[in-house]
């Protein structure tokens, strides 16, 4: 099953190819702040439609990009890599999607696990 997504404007789309079996709160300085539920897709399960001028980047230490709308101001998804025992693996990226922006989707359904970044990297 697709979720489609979006920001509040509309100006960045994207459709996530299934159903996560989990969403993620992490509790760095950034995600505490941001206050996103991730949720982890490989780059060929998301169909992002972006309008170019409405895509701001945040990156504060050049590693993940954190992506936002700068039309709404929403936090919409971020480039990582995939952590292998804290380290990031850069051969695996990853797409974190903000699943607050699930349209139609009830996300009070989905498990919510916790990392604890602010201590673990
Ligand atoms: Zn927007």
Same mark, same amino acid.
């Given at each position: ?5 979006? *920001?509040? *404007? ?11 079996? &989990? ?29 170019p001028?409405? +895509?701001?980047?945040? &990156? ?11 039309? *709404?101001g ?34 009070? &359904?989905?498990?919510? +696990?916790?990392? +604890? ?5």
């Amino acid at each position: 099953m697709t979720i489609p997504a979006g *920001c509040h *404007c509309g100006a960045i789309k994207f459709e996530v190819s299934e159903v996560p079996e &989990s969403v993620t709160v992490c509790s760095c300085t950034f995600c505490a702040k941001r206050g996103a539920l991730w949720a982890y897709y490989t780059p060929d399960q998301v169909k992002l439609s972006v309008k170019p001028e409405a +895509d701001a980047i945040y &990156s504060k230490n050049g590693m993940a990009k954190h992506h936002h709308c700068n039309v *709404c101001g929403c936090g919409t998804f971020s480039e990582v890599p995939t952590w292998v025992d804290y380290q990031p693996d850069w051969e695996n990226p990853r797409i974190s999607v903000n699943a607050r922006l699930f349209e139609d989707f009830d996300i009070a &359904s989905l498990r919510v +696990d916790e990392v +604890d970044g602010r201590n673990l990297w």
